[in-house]
């Protein structure tokens, strides 16, 4: 079976709810989605720094990245990137197509391409799909976060 993008989503909850409600019940299921954003991220450096791998969401929840973890992302940042990359690294839903992602930030763009070998079109942007969305998330199962957006 095929996946479905956000937007396809999107259109069903439309017609289903109708008119006005459609955006109410949209915005209700994103709230849903996201209600253990990270709070508070901090940089690489800072967490190599205090050794506190740690951060929290927003329903209360602590989460800890390994230490290969962020070793795998200090050895593909150089000084610059280190001191501002924000973890996690979050991932969000881009409308563009099927099966698509991406991920905002310079730091974080170009840290996630070193890691998954692929091209870096645009400076602060780094679109995915779906496939390395998985390769991304098995590498860094507690680094990487996946924000869904309208």
Known sequence: MR??????YIIIITDICGGMDAAAAIA???MTLNSSVPVGRRTLAEHMDSGDLTYRTRDGHTVSMTEEEVRML?????LRETVSLRLPILVGTDTVGEGSWAVDGKAEAKAVAALL????????????????LRRLTKMLPNAVFIV???
Request: hydrophobic content about 20%.
């Open 28 to 30: 209700k299921e994103l």
């Open 74 to 78: 200090a050895d593909v940042c150089g």
């Open 117 to 132: 070998g692929k091209p870096q079109p645009r400076d602060d942007r780094l679109r995915l799909h779906t496939p390395d």
């Open 3 to 8: 996946s479905r993008s956000p937007l396809t």
């Open 148 to 150: 869904f957006t309208p």
